[in-house]
């Protein structure tokens, strides 16, 4: 029947950090110009995912304004658990070989809904993300 346990809520927060850290570690196979005749498909599993900036300069204001923009629109579209999302860079010049972003966003459980953050480590030389819930280490962090 339908008597299964309910998810805490840090159960809850574990799981769309998982989910999250797969949606930003897959590229969306369009880009969204090419879908934006076609407003259904790009919100589709056609265009899951984020979009690639292997290209972009991570030092550039306007790069960093379009990732950040990207990673919002992922997760408002495919994430359905958490709204009212942002997405922020956090500049580390003493860090090599890696980005920080802050995902902000609520968090919909049941009938109560609560502010959640997200801790996204970008490393470029793998175009892979990293996602952990604030006070868990990073990487390379003691």
């Known amino acids: 029947g339908g008597d299964a ?10 799981a769309v950090a ?8 897959t590229r969306a196979a369009l880009p969204d110009d090419l879908l934006s005749g076609y407003a259904e498909a790009g919100k589709s ?3 899951y995912g984020l979009i690639d900036f292997a290209g972009m300069c991570l030092t550039s204001d306007a790069d960093q304004r379009r990732i950040c923009a990207a990673l919002r629109r992922a ?20 860090l090599v070989n890696r980005v920080d972003f802050v995902i902000g966003a609520r968090l919909r459980a049941d009938a109560a809904a609560e502010l959640v953050q997200f801790n996204a480590t970008l490393k470029p030389s793998t175009q892979q993300f990293a996602i952990r819930k604030p006070g868990a280490p990073a990487d390379g962090e003691a």
Not at 18 to 25: C, G, I, K, T, W
Not at 79 to 91: G, H, I, K, Q
């Open 45 to 47: 599993v056609l265009n």
């Open 5 to 14: 346990p309910a998810w805490t809520l840090e159960q809850l927060k574990d």
């Open 75 to 94: 997760v408002e579209r495919y994430e359905p658990r958490l709204d009212v999302v942002s997405a922020t860079l956090r500049v580390h010049h003493e």
């Open 18 to 25: 998982r989910d999250l850290e797969a949606l930003l570690n």
